[in-house]
């Protein structure tokens, strides 16, 4: 195949795609950008991945202003992922569990009045409805998903998550590594050569990786609130694209993102923010970030 063939079908590709799109497009409701809410309170519907929920706080705030956020929690929708990836929740994207785990985060943040189960609750805002447009959800930024949404707007290199730190982890490099979104070709293996290591995340995710760092500790929390707490407090973080670094990337800790390169849908934003495909690369980050 020459290169005048192979230019022919990338452009019949991409007009076959913008076709899709477009009738896609012309199937779906927009949402209603202008709800009647309350005078003292904005109530938002999600059912999560509770890393989707973190990465829709931005918005939340932007949509709810000088109003008190209510946060409704969808519970019990069937898992967005394969049954080969693994997951905590066993095929469920939230469970009530997930609430009891978030909802302390979420109710130490000023904005928020409330965080519980979806029942009969007003809704002025469905922070799902993105998924019935057509645009590639396995690229962008997952907050931006939302601004697309509702025609808003906020500035992703600043904090929208704050916690006391717990200082007992200064000294520590805090790292969670889920089996989903790891990048081919890396290895953590080299940080066997530094000292203070310390693992969050799913029991399984931690004693997998243990395998190539015997002297990893292992930090198990009672809810995201104490999780954050231990991110903020930590020397910096490492993580994929998973519920711990959505935490680091809110926070505004110095951390270092494994990228996916299927699915790049996590873009680190501001100071100390690293990513990596590459392991030369992420070993010199790590380094870099080692001696600050």
């Known amino acids: 195949m020459n290169i005048l063939e192979r230019l022919y ?28 809410t309350d005078p003292d309170a904005v109530h938002f519907k999600h059912f999560g991945l509770v890393g989707d929920i973190i990465y829709a706080i931005p918005a939340m705030k ?5 109003k008190k956020i209510h946060l409704h929690l969808q519970i019990n929708q069937k898992s967005l992922y394969r049954k080969s990836m693994k997951h905590a929740n066993e095929g469920k994207i939230l469970t009530e569990k997930s609430v009891e785990m978030i909802a302390p985060l979420l109710l130490s943040q000023p904005e928020f009045a409330a965080c519980d189960v979806l029942a009969d609750q007003k809704i002025d805002y469905d922070l799902d409805e993105f998924r019935n447009f057509p645009f590639d959800y396995n690229t962008n930024h997952i907050c931006r998903w939302y601004f697309h949404m509702y025609g808003i707007t906020a500035d992703l290199g600043k904090p929208w998550l704050t916690v006391e730190p717990d200082r007992s982890f200064a000294n520590e490099i805090v790292i969670a590594r889920s089996f989903r979104y790891r990048a081919p070709g890396i290895s953590y293996q080299f940080l066997n050569n530094y000292p203070n290591l310390t693992f969050v995340g799913l029991k399984e995710e931690y004693e997998d990786l243990r395998h190539s760092i015997p002297t990893l500790k292992y930090k198990p929390v009672k809810n995201f609130l104490e999780l954050a707490q231990v991110i903020a407090g930590c020397k910096f973080f490492i993580g994929n694209q998973s519920f711990p670094f959505a935490l680091a990337e809110a926070l505004k800790v110095k951390r270092v993102l494994e990228v996916c390169f299927e699915c790049p849908n996590v873009i680190p934003e501001g100071k100390d923010a690293y990513d990596f495909v590459y392991q030369g690369q992420f070993e010199k980050i790590v380094a870099n970030l080692s001696t600050k």
């Open 9 to 36: 079908i990338a452009v019949f590709k991409q007009e076959a795609k913008r076709k899709l799109f477009t009738k896609a497009l012309s199937n779906v409701s927009q949402p209603d950008l202008y709800p009647t």
């Open 62 to 66: 932007a949509l709810a202003g000088d």
